[in-house]
């Protein structure tokens, strides 16, 4: 089981690290993902990570800004959210599967945690 964590309530300019942490298995054997989802939007690919080399891939709209790593001591991946902007207000979630991209089936899926970016 996949969980996603760390949203909240930031103003513009602000940051804020997601946290993905697993129950039953580990994450390192796994190619994470995270998207995103607005109200009245498509859910969009923000960034990914390999489970086998560690490359990392960003969406356009996140790309300089946000940054994902893993700590495999703690079965966890993060994305580091920096300078954040109101367009970046949806509900973050992070999913699990085995191939890197963000158009690859993605097999487990966390619950989400909103993101609100508001001054």
């Known amino acids: 089981q996949l969980q996603a964590s760390g949203g909240g309530l930031v103003r513009p300019g602000g940051s804020l690290r997601l946290s993905c942490t697993a129950s039953?298995?580990?994450?390192?054997?796994?190619?994470i993902g995270w998207f995103r989802q607005a109200p009245g939007k498509e859910r969009e690919g923000v960034s990914c990570?390999?489970?086998?080399?560690?490359?990392?891939y960003y969406g356009d709209s996140s790309k300089g800004r946000f940054t994902i790593s893993r700590d495999d001591a703690k079965n966890a991946v993060y994305l580091q959210m920096n300078n954040l902007k109101p367009e970046d207000t949806a509900v973050y979630y992070c999913?699990?599967?085995?191939?890197?991209?963000?158009?690859?089936?993605?097999?487990?899926w966390g619950q989400g945690t909103q993101v609100t970016v508001s001054s």
């Open positions: 999913a699990a599967g085995p191939e890197f991209g963000f158009d690859t089936i993605y097999d487990e």
């Open positions: 039953g298995f580990a994450l390192n054997n796994y190619a």
């Open positions: 990570i390999s489970s086998t080399d560690g490359s990392s």
